[in-house]
Each structure stands twice: as C-alpha cells, then as structure tokens.
C-alpha cells in the first residue's frame, strides 16, 4: 500500500512505512473506536477537504438491462439467478437522452449508464459512445459501468469524452470468491488499471452486508485506499437483498456498521467522493443523516438504481432541506 504514506492527514499515517498486515490491523483499529470518536474523527477529515454541507448527485439508468453471463451473488441481473427482472435490449440513444434530460432537470451534476454485460464488444461501445456524446452535450458529467474493458475499449471511451468508468471491487479479495466466481479480483484490477492509464476519472467501490466480517470490510477499503491514486468516486453499497438472488435472506448488516464503513472511507481516502449508494431506501433519515455527517458526500438521485428502488426525488429534496445540504457538483 503506498498511498496512505502520501496521506497527510490520515490518522494512521504513521503506519505508512510498515507492512500491509499492520495497515490492515490499524484499519481494523478504526472500525473498533467507539462510534462517536470515529465519527468526530472522520468528520474532522471531511471538513478538511470538503464542503461538509455539499452533496454530489448521480443519477443512473440501465441502458441494458438483465441476462449477464456472470454469477454475482448480489446481482438480480445475473442470468444463473431466477429473479423478476425482464432482460431488454439496449436502449435508444433518444431514450437516453430523454432520461439524461429528467435527471437534469431534477438537479443531478452526473448520469451513469449500466449495462448488465460481463465485458461490451466493440460494436456495442459504438452505441454506448453516441449515447455518451448526447448526454454530454446536456452539460451533465458522464459516467458508464459496462464490465471489464480491454486497455484500447477504455481510450475509446476516454476520445469520446466519458469523464468516469465505474468498476468495483466489490468485496476484500479474500471473500470475492465467495460472492463470484465466473472472473477473479485480478481481472477487476486489470480494467480498473486500463481505465486510469487511459486518463479517465475512477469510480471504484463495493458493498456491505453481504456475510462478510467487519475485518473483510476493512479489508474493502484497504484495496480501495491502496489503488494509486486514490478513486475519485468511491461508491459504498449497501447490499439491496433481491428475490432469487443466492444472497437474499442473508442477516442484514446493522446501519451503525455500515455508517463505521463510511466513517472509515472517509478517513482512508480524504480526497474522494464517497457516494451513499444503494441500500438507501434501507436507511432511515436519521442513519442517513450520519452518513453524511461520517463524510458521505455523493449520492444516487433518481428513483430508481439500475432494477431496483431509490428514495424518490422529492424525499431527498425534502431530506437536504431539513439537514441544510445543497447539491454541488463534482
Ligand atoms: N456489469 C457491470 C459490472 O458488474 O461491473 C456493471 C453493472 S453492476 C450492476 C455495478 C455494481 O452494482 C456492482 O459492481 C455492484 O457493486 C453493484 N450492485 C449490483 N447489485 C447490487 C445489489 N443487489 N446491492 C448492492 N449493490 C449492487
Ligand atoms: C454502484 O456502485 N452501484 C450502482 C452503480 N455503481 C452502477 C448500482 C447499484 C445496483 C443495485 C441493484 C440494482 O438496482 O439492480
Ligand atoms: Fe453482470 Fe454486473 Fe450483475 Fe455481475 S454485477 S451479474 S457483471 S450485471
């Protein structure tokens, strides 16, 4: 791990220098403090680089919905699981453009467009690269998750002036293979490196909540902190339990527990943007409103994730109001 060592500000910068399994354990550390010094400590770091009243919002849209090859045990979209969800063909650019325009008029600074591919093929960057020009062209940021690229899928994606590439981690390495099987971690890091050497911004996360231990989820963030440079967007999901998906039925994580993940992101990765993903129709107002306070600045908008739920527009107009948060943009 070498970022931590150019990490001012982080409270466990004096482990820099030593090795990985004692980053490990001072991350581990973190998540033990009592709630209210990991927080306080947490907060402190957000103030130092950010607006603690300012939130980030991405709204999503599926462009390709369902029938994916691969075996995610999280994912409703999955082909291997028998869920509800209706596989459709990739949609019309003018639909795209036609939701980009909805999320911008609701106040969104970034749409990100999902398709439930193991990895595009060229023929269908094509189509995913109009699209990315016409939602340019309404002054949204643009941001895209396809699966794994190849080195020259990502350049082509840079050329067409996409600004993000979304590709997660997911989990700790030493609990990937319990969750996927059908492509190993490396595969994720070699797309993660295809997408930085090509110059566009990395929004790269994971989820919790999926039967993993609080040391497995120190050991998400520790990869994520140790990617060089740091994500810009670091997406922290909170597992939405779908119908026929092996995960479903799994015990659910406590909030506070998820709001310790944030706390800790934050920490570890003082620069990103660390997004309130999915799981928030899960959380309360109240769990909502320390996420933000932990250093949560980014959100979902929109009602909708890619299949499932997302608070609608006016419930988190209503939140922002009553927590006095405003919009900002990237
Ligand atoms: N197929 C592409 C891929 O896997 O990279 C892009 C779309 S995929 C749905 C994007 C991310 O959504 C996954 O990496 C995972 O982190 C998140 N995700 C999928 N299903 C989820 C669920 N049920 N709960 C929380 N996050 C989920
Ligand atoms: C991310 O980290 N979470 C988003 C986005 N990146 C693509 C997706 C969440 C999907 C939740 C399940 C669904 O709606 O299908
Ligand atoms: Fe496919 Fe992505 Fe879902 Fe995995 S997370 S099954 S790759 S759509």
Redesign the pocket.
Known sequence: MTQLVDNPVSSIGHVASQNKIQERLAIEALFELPFNDLLFQAHTVHRQHFDANGVQLSTLLSIKTGG?P?D?G????SIRHPTQVANSAILSVEAVREAAQRAKNAGASRFCM?????SPKDKDLDQVIDMIIEVQRLGLETCA????LKPHQAEKLKAAGLDYY???I?SAPEFYEEIIKTRDYQDRIDTLQAVRHAGLHVCC???VGMGETRAMRAGLLHELASLTPQPESV?I??????EG?P?HGIEELDPFEFIRTIAVARILMPHSRVRL???REQLSDAHQALCFFAGANSIFYGEK??T?GNPDVLRDQELFARLGLHAENA
Do not use: F, K
């Open positions: 994916c691969e995610c999280y994912c409703p979209q999902g398709a439930a591919w193991r998750t396809l699966g794994m979304n590709h997660n997911d996360g994971g989820i997406p999901n909170l597992l939405v339990q779908v998906t995960l993903s999915a799981g994730l890619l499932t």
